[in-house]
Nanobody, 114 residues
Framework: VQLQESGGGLVQAGGSLRLSCQTF????????MGWYRQAPGKQRELVAF???????NYADSVKGRFTISRDNAKNTVYLQMNSLKPEDTAVYYC?????????WGQGTQVTVSS
């Protein structure tokens, strides 16, 4: 199973970015997909996840600003990030679990300038 993220970058506070994560090698439609992030000196934290039935859950810090979605035909999960804040600066990782084994993408840097 491989996860490939894209879409990170540098943006000003208040701006938007959309992250994408394409999955290879698993039955994407039955997998729960998640986005995590890790800021320098901090632990990796869950940002959002979406179940195979499109049930979503978000960290309190991003509720109302971020939206997770999936396109099963493209084996891709997205994270639309609006109203970005400097504290959203982190490396963002895509995650899934298949047969109790965790898989991670390589990470994509998101930097929000004030």
């Amino acid at each position: 199973v491989q996860l490939q993220e894209s879409g990170g970058g540098l943006v000003q506070a208040g701006g938007s970015l959309r992250l994408s994560c394409q999955t290879f090698g698993s039955i994407f439609s039955i997998n729960r997909m998640g986005w995590y992030r890790q800021a320098p000196g901090k632990q990796r934290e869950l940002v959002a996840f979406i179940s195979s039935g499109d049930i979503t859950n978000y960290a309190d810090s991003v509720k109302g600003r971020f939206t997770i979605s999936r396109d099963n035909a493209k084996n891709t999960v997205y994270l639309q990030m609006n109203s970005l804040k400097p504290e959203d600066t982190a490396v963002y990782y895509c995650h899934t679990s298949v047969r109790f084994v965790d898989y991670w993408g390589q990470g994509t840097q998101v930097t929000v300038s004030s």
